[in-house]
């Protein structure tokens, strides 16, 4: 799985800039960008200022809001100076996002207050994609990033997104920019950056499409795992979160959570729903650990942790987690996690937490 990284960055700022560059000497203040409201020249003036502002969210490592700063060009700057600064911001965010560490968090407002160094440089290498169209498409000038790392994108960062056959036509679309047969015009969007959720000594980290695309095939999802490396379960909850994605239906807050080691960044195994809640208001809750992370109460602290955040304790949600008869150890977690026997098949029992 390739990762986010300070280099897909710069790849995104060179082939952004590559085509800009061609036409530094048009009237940029006079010619509308696509379908914004700004001229080309305040928008690729906005571009730099939203690459600075990731950078400097990941190096001041703000927590609570926006670092109070912002860009500001010297008068007289021509469109190719415009262009460096791009350069300059681009790859200021790439250095950050190299430089940070991968537990570190900071503060975005969507839709859970925080994203991490990968999502950063996808907001910024978005940012850079669309504003691009948006000159280009003012200019008069052809402008495609590449269909794999649109996909990519998607699949981090607009996880609610039913994914398409033209990547790039895609992400347009959901953005705004453009139509799709079949769909609904985007009138107002924003990030999905993953969800993190503390438990105790453990921290359960949202599994986007892209991982789970990893995971389902064998890989390591992104995350540096115990020994014992991922239990075939995890892979299997995977596929299922992959099957939902395509399908359009996946819900990023009902889906799949690593449960990640504070202590050392590991992963230990994974937790997380069959899918949202049903007409009853029954969500299913499934989990399995790697052998090395067993005996040592974490699923426990994991399973306390998810069943108590919010969205799965409204409108009187019930949650479920169905354990075979023999499987004792699973029957004690829940059990330690409030949940209660509720119903009994043959060896399968099935036991509830209600709200």
């Given at each position: 799985?390739?990762?986010?990284?300070?280099?897909?960055?710069?790849?995104?700022?060179?082939?952004?800039?590559?085509?800009?560059?061609?036409?530094?000497?048009?009237?940029?203040?006079?010619?509308?960008?696509?379908?914004?409201?700004?001229?080309?020249?305040?928008?690729?003036?906005?571009?730099?200022?939203?690459?600075?502002?990731?950078?400097?969210?990941?190096?001041?490592?703000?927590?609570?809001?926006?670092?109070?700063?912002?860009?500001?060009?010297?008068?007289?700057?021509?469109?190719?100076?415009?262009?460096?600064?791009?350069?300059?911001?681009?790859?200021?965010?790439?250095?950050?996002?190299?430089?940070?560490?991968?537990?570190?968090?900071?503060?975005?407002?969507?839709?859970?207050?925080?994203?991490?160094?990968?999502?950063?440089?996808?907001?910024?290498?978005?940012?850079?994609?669309?504003?691009?169209?948006?000159?280009?498409?003012?200019?008069?000038?052809?402008?495609?990033?590449?269909?794999?790392?649109?996909?990519?994108?998607?699949?981090?960062?607009?996880?609610?997104?039913?994914?398409?056959?033209?990547?790039?036509?895609?992400?347009?679309?959901?953005?705004?920019?453009?139509?799709?047969?079949?769909?609904?015009?985007?009138?107002?969007?924003?990030?999905?950056?993953?969800?993190?959720?503390?438990?105790?000594?453990?921290?359960?980290?949202?599994?986007t499409p892209a991982a789970a695309t990893d995971l389902a095939a064998g890989g390591d999802g992104g995350f540096t795992w115990v020994g014992s490396g991922p239990f075939q379960?995890?892979?299997?909850?995977?596929?299922?979160?992959?099957?939902?994605?395509?399908?359009?239906?996946?819900?990023?807050?009902?889906?799949?959570?690593?449960?990640?080691?504070?202590?050392?960044?590991?992963?230990?195994?994974?937790?997380?729903?069959?899918?949202?809640?049903?007409?009853?208001?029954?969500?299913?809750?499934?989990?399995?650990?790697?052998?090395?992370?067993?005996?040592?109460?974490?699923?426990?602290?994991?399973?306390?942790?998810?069943?108590?955040?919010?969205?799965?304790?409204?409108?009187?949600?019930?949650?479920?987690?169905?354990?075979?008869?023999?499987?004792?150890?699973?029957?004690?977690?829940?059990?330690?996690?409030?949940?209660?026997?509720?119903?009994?098949?043959?060896?399968?029992?099935?036991?509830?937490?209600?709200?």
């Amino acid at each position: 799985m390739r990762s986010m990284g300070g280099e897909r960055v710069e790849e995104a700022v060179a082939g952004a800039v590559a085509l800009l560059r061609t036409a530094t000497d048009r009237d940029w203040r006079a010619t509308r960008a696509g379908r914004l409201e700004w001229d080309c020249r305040y928008t690729a003036e906005h571009i730099a200022s939203d690459l600075i502002a990731y950078a400097g969210q990941l190096a001041g490592r703000a927590t609570e809001a926006y670092v109070p700063f912002e860009i500001t060009l010297d008068e007289g700057t021509g469109n190719e100076d415009v262009l460096q600064v791009i350069e300059t911001t681009g790859a200021l965010l790439a250095a950050a996002v190299r430089t940070t560490p991968p537990e570190v968090r900071a503060f975005h407002p969507y839709p859970f207050r925080s994203a991490d160094r990968e999502g950063f440089a996808a907001m910024g290498i978005t940012e850079v994609f669309l504003h691009t169209h948006d000159i280009a498409e003012g200019l008069g000038l052809a402008y495609a990033p590449p269909a794999e790392a649109c996909a990519d994108l998607l699949a981090r960062i607009f996880p609610h997104v039913q994914p398409g056959t033209d990547p790039w036509r895609t992400l347009l679309w959901a953005t705004g920019r453009g139509d799709l047969p079949g769909r609904a015009p985007v009138t107002e969007w924003r990030w999905r950056n993953n969800l993190v959720i503390p438990a105790g000594r453990l921290t359960l980290q949202g599994v986007t499409p892209a991982a789970a695309t990893d995971l389902a095939a064998g890989g390591d999802g992104g995350f540096t795992w115990v020994g014992s490396g991922p239990f075939q379960g995890t892979r299997d909850a995977a596929g299922m979160l992959l099957k939902a994605y395509e399908a359009g239906t996946h819900r990023p807050e009902w889906g799949v959570f690593v449960l990640v080691r504070k202590e050392d960044g590991r992963a230990v195994g994974a937790m997380g729903f069959h899918g949202p809640p049903d007409e009853d208001g029954r969500a299913e809750i499934g989990y399995d650990l790697a052998e090395d992370g067993r005996g040592r109460g974490y699923a426990t602290e994991a399973l306390r942790a998810l069943s108590a955040w919010p969205p799965a304790r409204q409108d009187g949600t019930t949650l479920l987690a169905k354990i075979d008869r023999t499987n004792i150890r699973s029957q004690a977690v829940v059990t330690r996690a409030g949940y209660r026997l509720a119903a009994e098949d043959g060896e399968l029992l099935t036991y509830e937490l209600r709200d």
